[in-house]
């Protein structure tokens, strides 16, 4: 990681907001155990101390996506429970054992391959994950039927919960949330008595129904908002502060950057600041996003860089415009679900894109 004073941005991640979200989502959700998805590193923001903080928040249950994610997290969290949302790949069982990791099992394939081991082991945990609309991953519905008709396939597995996973969760008045509820009411009393959970961050939102004994938050735990259209009931933990590198004039007709793609007509003020593509500055926000800076919204100029981009700051406060001085490129001024409409995607990809070459500043007890 550079140091500050090199760093073109500084990542700051407020891991009191963090926690505060944490809490929120275990209010909605009361009733239920309230887990946290640590996978992609933490949403990109870093899963050592993202789960050191929800650890300390009274978080104790986790998932990652892979095993591998799962053997880092076991060294920041000893006592954890860690979910693997993967499951083993085929003859990679036994590596999950060694870091406690639970596999959730999603074919009986992955079935099949854990009992042996289970049964070899004298029993093993595991989660069921079932297919209730998604296509992707889980038990499709043919599958939970032959474990029904064989029930003795699952013999050596304690089955910690039987899990499925929303399409559609953040439309909230959309028609398949509810007929994926039907499905996994439906599917999981054909399998062994356990503990139930479906919700996402959107589905907490979805209300009671959905809630079981289990909700799995990700992407609200790190301020994203859950409920696209309404306003975002969770705060924000992320902000991406850049660096004004170089101010230039413009007194004439001229075009800033790669393909000539901005053309200023008159009179401009140019900032470029030094973030790019390879920052995870998506680079279709190039004449689509705004930053702020100084409190005033100011638009990307032009296409962006690998390693840099311009912004047209002509109505910025002169005050704030100086080399070395801040700019808002993700968060404050600029809300993360905002720069993620402009480049057309959603805030997960943004996080999860963030780059490796970022100052990370974690903020904990207020400073
Ligand atoms: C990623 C994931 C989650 C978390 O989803 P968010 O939308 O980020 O809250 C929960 N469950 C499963 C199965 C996932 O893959």
Not at 15 to 33: I, K, Q
Not at 177 to 201: D, G, V
Not at 222 to 227: A, D, F, K, L, S
Request: proline letters at 7%; glycine letters at 12%; one cysteine or more.
């Amino acid at each position: 990681m550079p140091p500050s004073e090199q760093a073109g941005a500084v990542l700051h991640v407020d891991l009191d907001a963090l926690a505060g979200n944490y809490r929120c989502l275990r209010r909605a959700a009361a009733g239920a155990t309230c887990a946290a998805v640590v996978k992609a590193d933490g949403y990109g923001l870093g899963a050592a101390e993202i789960a050191g903080t929800l650890w300390a928040a009274g978080c104790r249950d986790y998932f990652v996506a892979h095993a591998f994610e799962g053997a880092a997290l076991r060294a920041a969290l000893p006592d954890a429970t860690i979910y693997v949302l993967h499951g083993a790949m085929p003859g990679a069982e036994a590596g999950l054992p060694l870091h406690g990791l639970i596999p959730v099992l999603n074919s009986l394939g992955q079935v099949d391959a854990w009992a042996g081991l289970a049964r070899a082991r004298g029993g093993l945990d595991a989660v069921l994950q079932i297919d209730t609309g998604m296509n992707r991953v889980g038990l499709p519905p043919a599958e939970v039927a032959a474990l029904r008709d064989d029930p003795a396939r699952l013999d050596g597995i304690r089955v910690r919960y039987v899990i499925s996973h929303l399409a559609c969760a953040e439309d909230a008045g959309g028609a398949m949330n509810a007929e994926q509820l039907a499905a996994f009411r439906k599917l999981k009393a054909e399998l062994p008595a356990a503990p139930a959970s479906l919700a996402n961050s959107s589905g907490i939102f979805l209300g009671p129904d959905y809630h079981f004994d289990l909700v799995r938050p990700g992407v609200a735990l790190y301020g994203v908002n859950p409920t696209p259209g309404r306003p975002n009931p969770m705060a924000e933990v992320v902000r991406l502060e850049g660096r004004i590198l170089q101010l230039r004039e413009i007194d004439r007709p001229q075009t800033v950057g790669y393909g000539a793609a901005y053309q200023a007509a008159g009179p401009r003020r140019i900032a470029t600041v030094p973030v790019g593509y390879a920052d995870g500055y998506l680079r279709c926000l190039g004449n689509q996003a705004y930053a702020c800076i100084g409190g005033v919204r100011v638009q990307v100029a032009g296409r962006v860089s690998m390693d840099l981009i311009t912004l047209d700051v002509t109505d910025a406060p002169p005050s704030a415009l100086r080399v070395g001085a801040p700019v808002d490129l993700i968060g404050g001024g600029v809300p993360i679900d905002e720069v993620a409409a402009w480049a057309g995607t959603i805030g997960y990809e943004l996080l999860t894109g963030l780059g490796h070459r970022y100052h990370r500043s974690f903020h904990r007890g207020g400073a």
